[in-house]
């Protein structure tokens, strides 16, 4: 079963940006679809971008054009690039295989404020 470990989460002013990381570790990694997720408060889980074992990614109309997914298998590791942060980005992200299950991670806050 992959792990799944989050960071660099923070808190920034809109319009601002971060990086976020996601260390896995198992040896299904490679060829699993990997997605980030977010959860707000008073909101569901929804998945924000996900990005195929060959390195497609797709996004939800929500962040299209601001964020960037991306994934570097050597490492492991899957990355969200996070541009002209809006109030409404803050959120827990998670990473998490797409398409099996996994543990969840605790993920990493991101708070977008003033």
């Known amino acids: 079963q992959v792990q799944l470990v989050e960071s660099g989460g923070g808190l920034v002013q809109p319009g601002g940006s971060l990086r976020l990381s996601c260390a896995a570790s198992?040896?299904?990694?490679?060829?699993?679809?990997m997605g980030w997720y977010r959860q707000a408060p008073g909101k569901q889980r929804e998945l924000v971008a996900g990005?195929?074992?060959?390195?497609?990614?797709n996004y939800a109309d929500s962040v299209k054009g601001r964020f960037t997914i991306s994934r570097d298998n050597a490492k492991n590791t899957v990355y969200l690039q996070m541009n002209s942060l809006k109030p409404e980005d803050t959120a827990v992200y998670y990473c998490?295989?797409?398409?099996?299950?996994?543990?969840w991670g605790q993920g990493t806050q991101v708070t977008v404020s003033s």
């Open positions: 998490h295989p797409v398409a099996v299950r996994a543990g």
């Open positions: 198992g040896s299904i990694f490679s060829i699993n679809a």
């Open positions: 990005i195929t074992s060959g390195g497609r990614p």
